[in-house]
């Protein structure tokens, strides 16, 4: 009788269990070349001004079977009336622990009103042989200043984009912003060792601060920078900051006072 349950358990047990390699996130659109569909996915389903943390992956438009084994890399380009540009984009590489599921992030430092001008060109390998693929994407204004493109005296244009917190709490926050800078119009790479400083303000409420915040540094680990936000109760907050670099020449931004209520350099919240 046991031999017979046994057997009957590796029957029941001889299909795996199917996976959704793509579950909590939402298709933003495909990109089909003749080959291949390209399947792109965010937790939102949208593209968003700021910092987008992306998903995509690859299928056989013969098979419908999703490639596992795939070099890809990116290419964003912004279409303006004289001239084009890109923005900050990281490598992409395969999500952990899925097959056929890879990831990367993008910066969007700004869109036109309706979503358009923006493309993304996706150059792939399989199997040895090179694919690319282009189409236009649609890239929504996010709600508030999630992203700052702005000129330091030293005459350099930085991009920095609010990475987190994405869901802010009556707490210290982990703050994480990156920072990039542009080295030409299709050259966006990370700053590093600059210095950030922290003061968040709730203009409606008198432009109060909180305590415990602490500035933001460089970390290696993830090229971002990171530091402590002390948000004290609900509401729209101003994140006041100054970029230092690291001689801690002030490039960008002032100290808040009395006469000067707001920093030229800041970041949104609102919870």
């Not at 298709?27 to 593209?47: A, C, D, M, P, R």
């Not at 189409?135 to 204004?141: A, G, H, S």
């Not at 409606?204 to 915040?213: L, Q, R």
Request: aromatic share 10%; net charge negative.
């Amino acid at each position: 009788m046991s031999t017979a349950c046994s057997s009957d358990d590796d029957n029941n047990n001889s299909t795996p269990p199917v996976i959704n390699e793509v579950e909590g996130l939402t298709k933003i659109q495909e990109i089909v070349n003749n080959n291949h569909t390209i399947e792109l996915y965010s937790k939102s389903g949208h593209f968003y001004t700021g910092y987008n943390n992306i998903s995509l992956r690859i299928k056989d438009n013969t098979t419908d079977a999703f490639f596992e084994d795939v070099t890809i890399s990116w290419m964003p380009v912004m279409q303006m009336p004289t001239m084009q540009h890109a923005c900050p984009y990281s490598a992409i590489t395969k999500a952990p622990g899925r097959d056929t599921v890879y990831q990367g992030n993008i910066i969007y430092q700004m869109t036109n009103t309706d979503g358009s001008g923006w493309s993304l060109t996706l150059n792939y390998t399989i199997d040895g042989t090179d694919y690319s693929v282009t189409d236009t994407i649609t890239v929504l204004q996010y709600e508030n200043q999630n992203v700052a493109s702005f000129m330091g005296t030293d005459n350099t244009r930085y991009v920095l984009a609010l990475i987190e917190p994405q869901n802010p709490k009556i707490a210290i926050n982990n703050m994480k912003v990156g920072l990039y800078k542009m080295e030409n119009m299709m050259s966006f790479p990370v700053v590093e060792n600059y210095t950030i400083t922290l003061d968040p303000r709730m203009p409606g409420m008198g432009n109060h601060s909180s305590p415990n915040n602490t500035d933001l540094t460089y970390r290696t680990v993830d090229g971002t920078y990171q530091g402590n936000l002390s948000l004290t109760m609900t509401g729209y907050w101003v994140l006041n900051l100054k970029l230092l670099d690291a001689t801690d020449t002030v490039l960008k931004g002032e100290s808040v006072t009395e006469e000067n209520p707001q920093s030229s350099l800041y970041l949104e919240l609102e919870f």
